[in-house]
């Protein structure tokens, strides 16, 4: 049952039953739940496997699971996957080749059907990074054809934000903690003397008969107004922020900044803040064949701008400096993103922030390059 707006209120059953309609209509359901120490993206097939009672401790360079009394299942901010494992997943097989008997050869474009998934629990955040990730990925002259068909099919739940991590600066980026548009369906949960039980909207036809599939109540003002406190609460928690200025003229006026050699000192090149970060989107392509030289397959792996080679032309690489890449990275989430692609690449996270092995933080970064530009050094193009 849902109210005049379309918002219903479900109870944990109403979860169960939220996971077996989706399934039943065919989705493979993707959501949170912990595994090996950490809440983690994952096939699931009930409600019972969302990580209720757990949520995270986060911190730059650490992530630790923390066990909750109240029972939570979205108490957690983002983890080490993100949805574009699946939407835009790490290693996809582009074609084969085979040579024929007669000495030819014949190529097979890779015609596997496209999974019809069903994201459970998409932050704020993240669902702001699969809008960017759509813009780079289905629009353009290099539209992806796998990525579109897996983003074709996918039903996406968000949930709001009701427990921002320590590294989560989602607020000074405009991307949460409350959902923004895009989503199937939103649930806001709640937990108080009434009980533990999730605000549920539509955003689509689709999530509008999912919604009256599931057992629920209309929307009654208690819960709608616990759920918006305990959301402008989490606005008010945001554990980082940029520097409240525009991060597209910061990068541009600061590129020869010494903080540039300041972080470069610290940072390893592993590329990490790369495979985590949810916008992120580069790839490399990868031939192998087989040991009689008669299979061949081509496959395109996620890629990173702080690998030496990634950048290779005839004569080396074009940044061949630790410098170079860690100021490409940074540069391009926070300015050049807006001139290719028209938003900022970076949704505030916190992700490359918690899996940097150094703790290497983009805000705290953003900060002192803000702080060196006011005292007038670094300025200038590098
Ligand atoms: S900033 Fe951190 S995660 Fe990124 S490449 Fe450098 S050391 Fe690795
Ligand atoms: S740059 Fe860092 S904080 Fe920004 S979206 Fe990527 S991983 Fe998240």
Redesign the pocket.
Known sequence: MTDDDGAAVIDKDGMDALVAVLAARGRTVIGPTVRDGAIVLAEISGGAELPYGWGVELEAGTYRLAAREDGAAFAHSAGPQSWKTFLHPPRAREWSADRTADGGLVTTPDATPPPSYAFLGVRPCDLRAIAVQDRVLTGGRHADRGYRGRRAGAFLVAVECTEPGATCFCVSMGTGPAVGPGYDLALTEVLDADGHRFLVRAGSEEGEAVLAELPSRAADTATRTAARDRVAAAADRMGRSMPPVDLQGLMRETLNAERWDD?TA?????????MVCPTCFCTTAEDITDLTGDHAERWRRWE?C?DRDFTHLPGGPVRDS?RS??RQ?ATHKLGTWYDQFGSSGCVGCGR?IV??????DITEEAHALNRERASGAGEGAG
């Open positions: 972080v610290r940072c390893l090149t592993c590329g990490n803040c790369t990173s702080f630790p890449r860690y990275w490359c899996w940097c092995p150094v703790g290497i």
